[in-house]
Structure formats: C-alpha cells, structure tokens
C-alpha cells in the first residue's frame, strides 16, 4: 500500500478526540446513569472482549471499560487469516462514552463505557486471527496482559442446500405434464404429512426435516381461500387467511429448502391476502426462486415480544404487488441472509413524492396524484435482531427501502423505568452486527435505509440510494454505534441526503458520494471523512452538524457549497447536560414550498436528547428567520475550518469532478423524475479536484492507486461494484 504522511490524522479522528468528560459519573452497563459526579479516572482497565456474531464478510467487536475519562486510550486492530504470518492493519475501534440518547418515554438510553468496532470484506467461511491491544498513555489498570486480545474468529458461510436429504416435488393446481415423484399438489401438502381447508387446516405437522428439499415447478400457485371447502384444489393454505404457516426447523447446516425447480416460473399469488408466508417459528428455511405477488406480507418471520425465526434465507426471488416483502420485528431474530433478490412495492412507479410537508403538498392532483400519498406499500425488507446480511438486492416503490426496526429500548431497558441500557444477559437480544451492501434503492417516500433502533457495528456499505424523498439515511436514532454509511452513492435526495435525532450517537461516514445537503440536527460522538458532498439547493448550508459531543469530526472531505446560499456551513456543540428535547431542524419538507429550513436547533419535545450528566450549553445557536449570520453559521469553508477545527484538509469542488453526473435541484417541474444509475457515471474524472485528497482509513480504502486515497465513493481506477442482483 502507497504510504501516505496523512496516515496519522486518521488515528487522531479515530481516537475521535482527546475532550475531557470530568466529573461525569460512570454507570456500569445496564444501570441508570449516576446523579452525583464521580472522580475522575484517567487511567484505563479493561474489561469483557464481546466478539458480535460473524456474518459471511464482517466482524465486529465490543470491549467493555473501566475509567479513561479523559478519553485518550485506544484500540489498535489486526488481523489475518488463520495459518498466515502477515498481519493486516484494520480501523481503531470506536470509543463510547456514556452517550445518550432520549425521546420522551421510547429512549432513554446511556451507552456503556467501551470501544467497539469491525474488520470489513473478509472472506466467508475463513478462520480470522484478530488481535487488539488497548494502550493509554496513563496507564493500564490491572495486568498488563489483559491490554491485549487475540481471538480466532470464523465468519459465516454463504446459506446452501444440504445433500443426503429427501427431495419433494410440488405442482399447481391443473398440472397437466409428466410428474416426477415423489409428488404433490401444492406447497403445504409436501410441506407437510397433510393439507387442507376449512376447519381441518390447522391439522397438518411438518413432514420436511433439516436437509430435505421441496422443489416447486412452474406454474401459478393461488387459491380461493375465502370459501370454506375442505378440497385442497380449491384452497391448501388456511381458510379465510390464504397464508402459509411454515414450521419446521432446519439447522445452519441442513435448511430445509423451497425451491424453484428450475423449469419455469414460480408464482405464488396471495390474491390480495395479508400475508403469505408465515414463517415465525422456521428457523433455518431456505427460500430460493420463487416470485410472491399480491400480498400486503409476503414473509412474516417474526412479531415484537411474542416469537421470531433465525436463519431464514431468501434468495433469487422477486416479489410484485407487494405491502412489505420480508419483515421481522422480533429481537431474537437472526442471522437472516437475504440476497439477489427483486423487491417491488405498490407505490406509485412514475412519481417521486414525500409522504409529508407542504413542498410535497404542490403535486395533489397532479397526473391523478394524491397527497399525501396512500401507502400501499411500507417497507421492502424490514428486520430487527442480530447478524442479518441483506446484500444485492434491488428494491423500488416502497414508503422506505430496507430498514432495521425502530423497535424502541433494546430488550432488558426501560426508558422510563430503567435501566438504560440492556444488562449482559438481555445482550442476545440487541440488534448488533447487520450488514446492508451492495444494494440498489429507489423511489421511497421517505428514507432508502434507515438504521433507526439498532445499536453496534452496523455495517451499511456500497449501495446506490438514487430517488428519495426524504433522506435516504437514516438514524432516527440509532442507539449505538458504531453505525458504518461506507462508500453509499446517493443522487435526488430533495429533501436532503441524511436524518438523525434523538442524539444518535457512533454514526461514521467514510468515502460516501453524496449529491444533497447534509444535515445532522442532533447527532453524537458522529465522523465524516473522504466524502463527497454537493448540493441539491435544498437548503442554504451544503453541510449542517449540531452535535452534543464535543468530540465529533469531520476532515477530507470534498464540498460544492450552493452559490449565493447565506451561510454554506454550520456546526454548534451542544455541551452535556441540556435539559428537554432538541428539534430536528433542517428538514426542506417541514417547510413551504421555497422556504426549507437552515439546520438551526429549537426547543422541541420528542424529538431531541441530552447527553447524560454534564454542565449547560456550550457555543452554538439557532438559525434566525433571516438576516446577519447566526452563532455557529460560516460563509466559507475557511471560516468554518479556522473557527470550529473542522475540515481543515477538505476542499472545494463541483459536478465536474464526475465523469457524468449533473447537478439536481428542488424545481417543481422536474422534481418528481426518476433516474437510473446506469445513465449516469459517477466515477472520477482523472486530474480532478477529487483525485488524491483523501486519508488512509485500513481496511477501508486499503490499495489506492495514487498518492492518496480519492474522496467519495469510487476509487479511480478499481472495478465498479454491482450494484443489485448478482447475474
């Protein structure tokens, strides 16, 4: 790798700022934060190492602490395959520091004392030695042995069918060919020892066992499932519901397998059901193949508090006409793989459009459009728990696009009786370790993805987020971190490219390319570095940060200010200890057409958090109705660097550093378009003002060509990522 003199700034935003927290108490993990101040403890000890389950290409890691409360320790990574003698530099883990976050009786969240953090795009199915050393120039409390982890860590392989089990054949109704047995007609009549409708359908047990393999053969699978007819050629899922309730349970090894045969098309047809696969208790169920259509769920894998399977895979299916596509909200799901899959919603295809705002507002009416718009389709894939993979898949006309669960306090927490934060033996039960890559998103009413509710190493990387109407990402809040937005394309974002509330602490922003204004109303311990930000004149600022740490950063990056805006920067530090909520300002929806919002901070309930403990407010202010420069506001990106330390490495560049990419705005004739990425092409132009301007990050932009890594997304001269189903 090219040696680059910047290396040591990364590491200084890595240890993500040496601020003195004093006299701020410590609560251990899982109790309510202290009243009365605590002595300082400068000097570190460590505790727990918490290695998050694998998925097939990350890892991630949580080491629980004692003291450093002047925040100057870290953790060094390493790594390599098992059997290898050279070792890999990876990224510092995250410090968290008591962090937290708030929203009248849903959060109220302190994070623990520790480090966190993940190892990106490994191999799956590959022994890893990790290694992380914890110095501190005050000293280690305890052994010094203890300074020092080295763990073997195998990340997880890719789901596939097992072999040596049975194998079913299923046909639909009217099958007029030849049949290979042993065969049935109908999913649940293979699926199960017996099939039926009316009053008896609830009799059937699961014939399938872990390794057998039910192959589904072309043709439409639909039933009449609002007639009470105990004839399976009529209805063989349930009465009055249409639903599938898939219950047996395979193992990680041995799924057991629906499949499309490989001879036609597959249909499911739900008619217009609720929902078609129920699939809450089908822990290790491989779907593969099949097109779902006309269902408000098609795949209903778990429900908030009550049950939730693990291992469920979804892959090569399509899903039409559809409310969501796969959904859980229960807390003990996990490990989901769902891959290459062809997501479509029931909202309109042709329109952009907001769910909320009167910008949005203009367009009732227009081309038989409504407003605010029916929600005929939430959410593509929607989950919650723990070592989910959702890659390459292409979603399009939903109200979001993927999202973890808002969910609310982690299982184990209270936000209003406590304690704040999950007690070790709830920890199984938090939504850590998820990875979203390499996904295309378009056309959602409000966010492309949205993070909201989950906590640590999240890992969200390499997905084009191109037609959203309201911020594409989205951590509103997050209660955790760290929450990883890594090299993420977006482009007609006109109501702004990013949401955080509530305080949401740990989010990272390395080398994304983004073509709208950013801005955080209330975020923590948040970090930018190697981005690209242009604007989409959706607000004065190009970037807007109100942070309740002191200890949030943002270097190397590339800005396109809007020319003529009042102020093109602003950042306000929002010491510790402000009492009540802070609003989110800065969202272009909230406002009339023309009139969106700068990112200021108002008094606002539900909407805001409140760092535990700590003293009042520090320098920052609210964005005035007009007029002289508000506390905070910066014309330049100079007097932004020179008066907050931010940004002292970035620039100033425009459209012209892409090879075919141009500029968008809030025109109300054009936009309610949708685009498509293939007509754009968002690689650099060689010799551009983005070209070498960026740091080294390990294990993020590690073989970069050049003097330095290039800002943004894409590095000149690699291999462009596929974006959606793999071929």
């Known amino acids: 790798m090219t040696s680059n003199p910047r290396l040591a700034a990364l590491f200084l935003v890595a240890a993500f700022s040496a601020i003195t927290l004093a006299g701020q108490a410590r609560p251990a993990v899982g109790q309510a934060p202290q009243t009365a101040p605590a002595a ?18 990350n890892l991630g890691f949580e080491w629980v602490i004692d003291g450093d409360d002047n925040r100057n320790a870290s953790v060094d990574v390493s790594y390599r395959k098992a ?47 990790v290694r992380l050393v914890l110095t501190d120039p005050d000293g280690i409390g305890g052994p010094a042995a203890n300074a020092t982890k080295t763990v073997t860590v195998r990340t997880r392989p890719e789901p596939k069918p097992a072999t040596g089990g049975k194998t079913y054949h299923v046909y639909p109704v009217g099958y007029q060919g030849q049949k290979q047995e042993p065969s049935f007609t109908g999913l649940m009549c293979a699926y199960n020892y017996y099939c039926g409708a009316g009053d008896t359908a609830p009799g059937g047990r699961p014939r399938v066992k872990p ?10 699978y639909a ?11 009529i209805n063989a899922t349930t009465t009055f519901e249409g639903t599938y309730y898939l219950t047996g349970k395979g193992t990680p090894d041995k799924p057991i397998v629906i499949k499309a045969a490989g001879d036609g098309e597959v249909i499911i047809d739900g008619r217009n059901n609720f929902n078609l696969f129920n699939m809450k208790v089908a822990d290790y169920n491989y779907i593969e193949g099949i097109t779902f259509r006309n269902t408000s769920i098609a795949i209903w894998a778990g429900t908030q508090f009550i049950a939730g399977a693990k291992g469920i895979t979804v892959k090569r299916c399509r899903f039409e006409q559809v409310g969501i596509g796969i959904f859980t909200n229960y807390s003990g799901s996990s490990n989901f793989y769902i891959a290459d899959n062809v997501v479509l919603g029931r909202n309109d295809s042709k329109h952009l459009i907001g769910w909320n705002g009167a910008f949005w507002q203009q367009f009732a009416g227009v081309d038989g459009q409504e407003f605010p718009p029916v929600m005929k389709s939430y959410t593509g894939i929607r989950l919650y728990g723990q070592g989910h993979v959702v890659a390459y898949n292409y979603v399009a006309d939903f109200h979001d696009g993927i999202d973890t669960e808002m969910y609310g306090m982690p299982d184990g927490s209270n936000a209003v009786e406590g304690p704040t934060y999950p007690p070790r033996e709830y920890w199984d039960r938090r939504p850590v370790s998820i990875d979203f890559y390499n996904n295309y998103i378009t056309n959602a009413h409000d966010n492309s993805i949205e993070m909201d509710g989950s906590m640590h190493n999240i890992r969200v990387m390499r997905n084009v987020l191109i037609n959203s109407a309201s911020h594409p990402m989205s951590t509103q809040p997050s209660v955790g971190g760290p929450i990883y937005w890594i090299r993420n394309i977006v482009y007609n974002a006109p109501g702004g490219s990013t949401r955080s509330s509530a305080g949401s602490p740990g989010v990272i922003f390395y080398h994304n390319t983004v073509t709208s204004e950013t801005t ?22 190009i970037f807007s940060v109100t942070t309740l740490t002191p200890y949030t950063s943002s270097d190397y990056n590339g800005f396109r200010p809007n020319p003529d805006a009042a102020y093109s920067f602003q950042w306000n530090v929002v010491q510790p200890g402000a009492n009540g909520a802070l609003a989110g300002g800065g969202d272009p929806d909230d406002a009339a057409p023309g009139r969106g919002r700068a990112g200021g901070v108002a008094a606002a309930a539900g909407r805001g958090a409140a760092p535990a403990g700590g003293a009042a407010a520090g320098r920052g202010g609210a964005q005035a109705g007009g007029g002289a420069l508000q506390p905070g506001q910066f014309k330049t990106l100079a007097e932004y660097s020179q008066a907050t330390g931010q940004d ?13 990419v141009p500029k968008l705005d809030r025109d109300p004739k054009t936009v309610q378009r949708l685009y498509n990425f293939k007509d754009y092409d968002f690689r650099l132009r060689p010799g551009s003002a983005a070209i070498d301007k960026g740091v080294v990050i390990p294990n993020v932009n590690d073989g970069f060509a050049g003097s330095a890594p290039d800002l943004g997304a894409l590095e000149a001269g690699q291999p462009l990522p596929t974006y959606g189903p793999r071929p």
Not at 211 to 220: C, F, N, V
Not at 532 to 539: D, K, R, V, Y
């Open 520 to 541: 955080v109303p209330t975020g923590a311990n948040t970090h930018w570095l190697n981005n690209l930000m242009l604007g989409q004149s959706t607000q004065p600022a």
């Open 648 to 660: 002292r490495h970035s620039v100033l560049l425009d459209y012209d550093v892409f090879v075919n």
């Open 83 to 129: 059997g290898e003698t050279a070792w890999k530099k990876g990224m510092p883990l995250l410090r968290l520091q008591h962090e937290r976050v708030i929203q009248p009786n849903v959060f109220n969240l302190v994070e623990p004392n520790m480090f966190a953090g993940s190892i990106l795009d490994l191999d799956p199915d590959t022994a890893y030695e």
């Open 40 to 57: 300082t403890v400068v000097r570190v000890t460590p505790g727990e190492l918490v290695i998050d389950p694998p998925t097939l290409i």
């Open 223 to 233: 039933y009449q499932y609002e007639y009470y007819a105990n004839q399976t050629t």
């Open 211 to 220: 390794g057998d393999i039910i192959l589904m053969h072309a043709g439409t």
